[in-house]
């Protein structure tokens, strides 16, 4: 088995009840600031006023598909999840037995937090989270870095503002909605501001799953997650969506060292995507409008400054040289229910059979590495 240096581009940790009952102004925010809950059954929910917001059963049910898959459910009890997912020691803890060295920290509850129509509520509830998200990685700065959560909307001077307190917690990149407001777009000139702020910042710009502003699947109704498997399937689509804007737009033309990462929408998709935008930027130019330097096309952005972040996707791994080795990023998910947590090492042995060495050492760590400056082994 590999002794490599193995780095989770994707892991998670679950909040804690008083990190916003803390951090948030209670006068002005009052029922509105997250908050655990019980509806009177047995479950916990976060709530956001009276509103189910995010639960708390399959965002730590790490280790059950191995088990007993069929007690994956969204509901929880919060005394039930690991503590790893919530105290630095514990959650580096948790990393060993996985042989994993350093993870990227997104949150759980908080992903659902995007879907909240209030912009103003929103950067409350983020900035809050990204003061504690600091304070946890600060435990262990070489083997946990965090990703602070940022809203743009259209107050982009406010959001380049919360991006730069980001960095300045220490804090490793920024996330993002995966998709926008409904009604705008990436490519919309409104956000070249932050696009360049990333740039100077150096700040990775995160496109995570289940994360598009408000209205999207993540939020629960009736206390179920309002998407069914069909959409689960196709999660890529939104992310699609921005990846071709923010390419086709030619951002990453005038911000040559800015980072995308497509966070857990996995790999599969991203050759015959590419390829299509490339067909549609030579034949097609009256949608295709904005023209690249130097007989530039799509895939040369997606391959020099998009990377993708993915689980246990063979069919990616046998298309890695059409996705560009250098932009995939290995994650574990930990402590979800689709996580890889403990069987990490043993799963990256099944999907990268065959992968020469180099390549290997790329993918499970060292693309991470690089993105999110990790000292190299």
Not at 21 to 27: G, S, V
Not at 56 to 64: D, I, Q
Not at 372 to 377: D, E, I, R
Request: hydrophobic letters at 35%.
């Amino acid at each position: 088995m590999t002794k490599n240096r193995i780095i989770s581009s994707d892991s998670h940790v679950v909040e804690p009840p008083n990190l916003w009952e803390d951090r948030m102004d209670k006068r002005k925010w009052g029922n509105l600031t997250p908050h655990l809950g019980n509806d009177g059954g047995k479950y916990d929910w976060w709530f956001v006023g009276d509103r189910r917001a995010a639960a708390t059963g399959a965002v730590a049910a790490a280790g059950k598909r191995f088990e007993r898959p069929e007690d994956i459910i969204q509901a929880g009890i919060y005394k039930d999840i690991r503590p790893g997912a919530f105290i630095p020691s514990e959650h580096v803890k948790d990393m060993d037995v996985d042989g994993v060295y350093g993870g990227v920290v997104y949150p759980s509850a908080g992903l659902a937090f995007f879907g909240l129509e209030d912009t103003r509520l929103v950067r409350a509830i983020f900035s809050a989270y990204n003061d504690w998200l600091a304070n946890f990685c600060a435990h262990y700065p070489e083997r946990i870095k965090g990703v602070g959560a940022v809203v743009l909307d259209d107050d982009i001077g406010s959001a380049v503002e919360d991006m730069e307190g980001v960095t300045r917690k220490g804090l490793a990149g920024v996330m993002i909605s995966s998709f926008p407001r409904t009604g705008e777009r990436y490519y919309l000139p409104k956000y070249e501001p932050f696009w360049a702020a990333a740039e100077e910042l150096n700040a990775p710009l995160s496109l995570h799953v289940t994360t598009n502003r408000f209205g999207g699947p993540q939020i629960l109704k009736e206390g179920r997650q309002a998407l069914n498997a069909t959409d689960r399937c196709n999660n890529d689509y939104f992310v699609r969506q921005s990846l071709g804007d923010i390419v086709y737009s030619g951002v990453l033309e005038r911000h040559p060292k800015l980072k995308i990462v497509s966070v857990e929408h996995e790999l599969g998709w991203i050759p015959f995507f590419t390829s299509r935008m490339d067909v549609y930027y030579r034949d097609r130019p009256d949608v295709a409008t904005y023209r690249f330097k130097d007989g530039a096309v799509p895939s040369d952005f997606m391959k020099r400054q998009v990377y993708h972040g993915f689980q246990e996707d063979v069919l990616g791994i046998e298309l890695r040289h059409h996705i560009g080795v250098t932009q995939m990023l290995w994650g574990s998910d930990y402590p979800h229910a689709e996580s890889t947590f403990p069987r990490s090492r043993e799963i990256l042995d099944q999907i990268l059979e065959g992968v020469p060495e180099g390549e290997r050492r790329l993918i499970e760590g060292g693309n991470s590495a690089r993105v999110y400056g990790f000292k190299q082994a």
